[in-house]
């Protein structure tokens, strides 16, 4: 069974920035169209960022000029790189494939506030 390990989120000021990682040991991120997902109380999971095999990226418009997701296929980790950070970012953030296919990790809380 696969299990994604979120990591890197913490509590970070108003425009500041945050590196968020996952990774996994039971299967390759290489060739997999990778996202990161986010999730406030009481509202459904938003997809935030994806990159496909090829290197392609995509972003929610809220998250565009500020947000970069990235891969790392040495290290079997995918990364968002968050800058100009907003109160509104404030989420658990996850990772899976951009099907949703892997079993949800427990994601990494990111809180943005003064």
């Known amino acids: 069974q696969v299990h994604l390990v979120e990591s890197g989120g913490g509590l970070v000021q108003p425009g500041g920035s945050l590196r968020v990682a996952c990774t996994a040991s039971?299967?390759?991120?290489?060739?997999?169209?990778m996202a990161w997902y986010r999730q406030t109380p009481g509202n459904q999971r938003e997809l935030v960022a994806s990159i496909t095999g090829y290197g392609l990226t995509n972003y929610v418009d809220s998250v565009k000029g500020r947000f970069t997701i990235s891969r790392d296929t040495a290290k079997n980790t995918v990364y968002l790189q968050m800058n100009s950070l907003k109160a509104e970012d404030t989420a658990v953030y996850y990772c899976?494939?951009?099907?949703?296919?892997?079993?949800w990790g427990q994601g990494t809380q990111v809180t943005v506030s003064s």
């Open positions: 899976n494939t951009l099907t949703t296919s892997v079993n």
């Open positions: 039971e299967i390759s991120f290489k060739f997999l169209s």
